[in-house]
């Protein structure tokens, strides 16, 4: 089997953990790719399943030794990386890696794997839209989504740069395209 990687790019709040947690459901090939990054958990979120938490510190140190593939300072002073070991053990077990990645780790991993991997951009229908998901879902703190919703924008002018363009207006039929385009790509086809 050929080792593929599907990589996944939005504005925060623009649906694409649902569709990833959707993929990895519904097709057993697939396996998430866990990145590192220096940024503090959520309350629901747990370490070695959601990311590797670190210090930035730590994150600094496997930045010397070269255990990245990519890494990429996403938010001032927080950092995110895709380690070479996540890859090796998931193309080890024979699947495809499913990638969660701001717009300049998905184009360098695309730049990098080239037609072994497939690069998908969810695209939200506005950014008062993305505004609203961000502050229902209450994750972040409102200053962290008003610096989330700015970086939308320079996000949003990366989007013709991706093989594929999603546009989330309803988030099912997404989820359905999406899982056609995968599964295509894994096939071969
Ligand atoms: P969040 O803090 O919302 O989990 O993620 C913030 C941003 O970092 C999102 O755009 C997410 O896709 C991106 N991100 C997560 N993991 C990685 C990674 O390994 N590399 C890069 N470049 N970005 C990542």
Redesign the pocket.
């Given at each position: 089997m050929e080792a593929k990687l599907i990589i996944f790019?939005a504005p925060?709040g623009a649906g694409?953990t649902s569709i990833i947690k959707y993929l990895l459901d519904k097709i057993s090939s697939t396996e998430f790719s866990i990145?590192?990054?220096s940024?503090k958990p959520r309350q629901n979120e747990k370490n070695g399943i959601d990311y590797h938490f670190m210090s930035v510190d730590s994150f600094k140190k496997k930045i010397k030794n070269n255990d990245f593939i990519?890494?990429?300072e996403?938010y001032a002073n927080v950092f995110?990386?895709?380690l070479n070991s996540e890859v090796d053990r998931i193309w080890q077990n024979g699947k495809t890696v499913l990638?969660?990645?701001?717009v300049?780790?998905g184009l360098k991993i695309k730049s990098i794997f080239k037609e072994n991997a497939l690069s998908i951009f969810i695209k939200p229908p506005s950014i008062k839209a993305l505004d609203k998901r961000l502050t229902k879902r209450a994750l972040d703190t409102q200053k962290s989504i008003q610096e989330r919703l700015k970086k939308s924008e320079f996000e949003l002018s990366y989007a013709e740069k991706f093989d594929i363009v999603l546009e989330n207006n309803d988030l099912d039929k997404t989820k359905n395209t999406a899982f056609r385009i995968v599964s295509e790509f894994i096939g071969g086809k």
């Amino acid at each position: 089997m050929e080792a593929k990687l599907i990589i996944f790019s939005a504005p925060s709040g623009a649906g694409k953990t649902s569709i990833i947690k959707y993929l990895l459901d519904k097709i057993s090939s697939t396996e998430f790719s866990i990145s590192a990054t220096s940024r503090k958990p959520r309350q629901n979120e747990k370490n070695g399943i959601d990311y590797h938490f670190m210090s930035v510190d730590s994150f600094k140190k496997k930045i010397k030794n070269n255990d990245f593939i990519e890494f990429e300072e996403v938010y001032a002073n927080v950092f995110y990386g895709t380690l070479n070991s996540e890859v090796d053990r998931i193309w080890q077990n024979g699947k495809t890696v499913l990638l969660d990645m701001d717009v300049k780790g998905g184009l360098k991993i695309k730049s990098i794997f080239k037609e072994n991997a497939l690069s998908i951009f969810i695209k939200p229908p506005s950014i008062k839209a993305l505004d609203k998901r961000l502050t229902k879902r209450a994750l972040d703190t409102q200053k962290s989504i008003q610096e989330r919703l700015k970086k939308s924008e320079f996000e949003l002018s990366y989007a013709e740069k991706f093989d594929i363009v999603l546009e989330n207006n309803d988030l099912d039929k997404t989820k359905n395209t999406a899982f056609r385009i995968v599964s295509e790509f894994i096939g071969g086809k």
